[in-house]
């Protein structure tokens, strides 16, 4: 897993944070310096790129499916 943060809420609402501070930044494009702090904060927010925000949800929902299958259905082996 590459990131530490498995929450899929938690994931969600860094995208919708991070979405807000974009949304704030063209907005507010006349002001240099507030435009690039939020679009610092959004950086901040996605761990990098929406891409790399997307790679973390998938990976956190992906985490949670795992979490919630019995044990046995995870280790498929079978004894001779």
Known sequence: MMYCNTS???????????????VGAIMLSHYFWATIA?????????RGCPACWLTGLLEA????????????????????
Request: glycine letters at 4%.
């Open 38 to 46: 939020l679009v610092a904060a959004a950086v901040i927010l996605m």
């Open 61 to 80: 929902m992906e985490s949670g499916s795992n979490r919630k299958q019995p044990q046995q259905a995870r280790h498929t082996h079978h004894a001779p």
């Open 8 to 22: 899929v809420i938690s994931q969600i609402a860094r995208g919708v944070l991070a979405v807000a501070c974009i």
